[in-house]
């Protein structure tokens, strides 16, 4: 088993996952099998709890773990299902070190960040590592693993020491580490500066850890002379420093190292033959001039709650992408605030509810996302209203579903005030309602989460269609509300059909209005399954309404 171990310097948010994930699909183009870890140095046990303000999106999983974003972008780039163990965090770590002390199995020594926290971060590793992601059987070739936060981080310390101890575990010609760092330019003479990366890579090293490949994330290329400069103070090899500059897309980074002989570097390191022929990376080419190189717009308005910070809806923004190079058209997503669209902010704010409501009328198809609580559900309503009477493509994920569930209870079965019972527990019409088996006491891990079936109950819809005429889809969940059991014929009968449930035949899955061009809703999130090259079927049949194309 070999290990790339990515670490971040400076600042955060300089690309770590992407440098991670580009690093496993080159590993990949050369016939290796690949599996990655994120480590988060966090007290949280997993990001469930987190607000998407906070942290970005929750990404969830398979085996239904919630964990950091950055797995979905190793999902998406390495074609891979991960488990929650490939999330690893302080609070897992030490939740485990507290119940082996516990249970007595330190044998009355004491209990220390070295060697037992540092002791079951190796241990942890090297078990997950060594799990098959790809679907086939045996170990992986490679791991690669990114370490959160910033070299120097009081929270990452256990980590880094962890990972300075590994590498004598692991024997030094199988692992190799890879260090990001910021070069930025200083004042109106644009020069380069590398004193930043001196001072993180002196830390790393003082820290026991000698990075083999720097990875300098700058606006511009690398000049030659800040390359040799960073060899020479950070001990390095020119060859192994690299210029990760900006690009047109993010599918241009596994090219961009590609170029700068990334995979030579790696193969020297750890001893590999690099194929003549690699098709992945012609692919990954193709692609990438594919998305820079599309025809006419597509306008989608997203309405959301969180849209002040898109990667709160990163896997989202990511399926729409991968459907908009499956039509052929360059992806418009026209953010709007669910509550900018309600009665309170035309009285509070008009300019802004107009602006709203002009955002929403001029897109091609409405997309409403998952989310949680009360704040700009009227607004939700009113976009899945305007998209049901003026057939305009819609999709609903999760609460987009229920909300335009609400919508047709209020407006065709005219059930005033219909809610659901998360923001109106008086309602006189409940139409969604609590799931019976969801802890009402505990908020961590205890929605329906993870991969289930959804058997379909109609020989011909859309969505199976979509689907490529499955009869049963499996996607991801993660909500603790249900659209209510008792309403489901009378919705049925005014043309609003659930032509997905689950297993039991009482969980609706799947929503799609007669009549209309494309009006449809999942309770699961079909976007954390979305890849490049395979979009999600629900998420690409938006675009080809939008496109006005047949679905």
């Not at 970005?56 to 085996?63: A, M, R």
């Not at 799990?131 to 310390?157: H, K, Q, W, Y």
């Not at 809610?419 to 969801?438: C, K, L, R, W």
Request: aromatic share 6%.
């Amino acid at each position: 088993m070999r290990y790339v171990v990515v670490t971040g310097g400076v600042l955060s948010g300089l690309g770590k996952g992407v440098t991670a994930s580009s690093m496993g699909v080159l590993l990949k183009s050369a016939g290796l099998r690949v599996t990655s870890i994120k480590i988060d140095p966090y007290l949280n046990v997993d990001a469930g709890t987190m607000s998407p303000f906070e942290h970005g999106e929750v990404f969830v999983l398979d085996d239904g773990g919630e964990v950091d974003l950055d797995l979905g972008n190793y999902e998406r780039f390495l074609d891979v299902a991960l488990t929650r163990d490939n999330n690893i965090t302080t609070g897992k770590v030490y939740a485990a070190v507290v119940e082996r002390e516990r249970r007595g199995d330190y044998l009355g020594k004491t209990v220390q960040v070295i060697p037992h926290i540092t002791n079951e971060i190796q241990e942890w590793i090297e078990r997950v590592a060594h799990v098959p992601s790809d679907g086939d059987n045996g170990s992986p070739d490679v791991c690669v693993i990114e370490l959160g936060g910033t070299v120097g981080d009081i929270e990452s310390a256990p980590f880094v020491e962890a990972l300075r101890q590994f590498q004598f575990r692991v024997g030094r010609e199988n692992i190799c580490f890879v260090h990001v760092s910021l070069v930025p330019v200083m004042g109106p003479v644009g020069e380069q500066k590398t004193k930043p990366t001196q001072h993180t890579v002196k830390e790393l090293r003082g820290l026991g850890i000698i990075p083999d490949i720097l990875v300098c994330r700058s606006a511009k290329p690398l000049q030659d002379e800040t390359r040799a400069k960073l060899a020479a103070f950070c001990h390095v090899s020119e060859e192994a420093v690299v210029s990760a500059h900006d690009v047109s897309n993010i599918y241009r980074v596994p090219m961009m190292l590609e170029e700068q002989g990334v995979s030579g570097v790696l193969s020297g390191l750890f001893g590999f033959e690099l194929p003549s022929e690699r098709p992945l990376l012609d692919d990954w080419k193709a692609m990438a001039d594919r998305v820079d190189n599309p025809a006419e717009e597509v306008h989608i308005a997203t309405v959301g709650k969180y849209t002040g910070l898109s990667d709160s809806y990163l896997s989202v923004i990511k399926a729409l992408q991968h459907s908009s190079y499956a039509v052929g058209r360059k992806l418009v997503i026209d953010w709007i605030e669910s509550a900018d669209l309600d009665d309170q902010t035309a009285s509070a704010d008009p300019e802004v509810h107009a602006a709203a409501w002009e955002l929403l009328k001029g897109a091609d198809g409405i997309l409403v996302p998952g989310g949680f609580g009360i704040r700009g559900i009227e607004g939700k309503i009113k976009a899945a209203e305007y998209a049901r009477k003026n057939d305009v493509p819609y999709l609903g994920v999760c609460l987009g579903l229920q909300v335009a569930t609400i919508e047709f209870c209020r407006n065709v079965l005219d059930m005033e005030g219909a809610n659901s019972t998360e923001f109106d527990e008086d309602t006189a019409h409940p139409a969604v309602v609590f799931m019976p088996e969801i802890s009402k006491t505990h908020m961590g891990g205890t929605m329906r989460l993870g991969t289930k079936p959804t058997p379909f109950l109609v020989d011909d819809c859309k969505m199976r269609r979509l689907y490529g005429g499955a009869d049963h889809v499996d996607e991801r969940h993660r909500h603790r509300y249900e659209v209510n059991p008792e309403l489901i014929e009378q919705i049925e009968e005014a043309g609003l059909k659930y032509v997905g449930k689950d297993e039991t035949g009482q969980r609706c899955e799947i929503m799609e209005l007669d009549g209309h061009p494309f009006f449809v809703g999942t309770q699961y999130h079909p976007e954390f399954k979305s890849r490049p090259g395979r979009p999600s079927p629900p998420f690409l049949g938006l675009l080809m309404a939008a496109c006005g194309q047949e679905v």
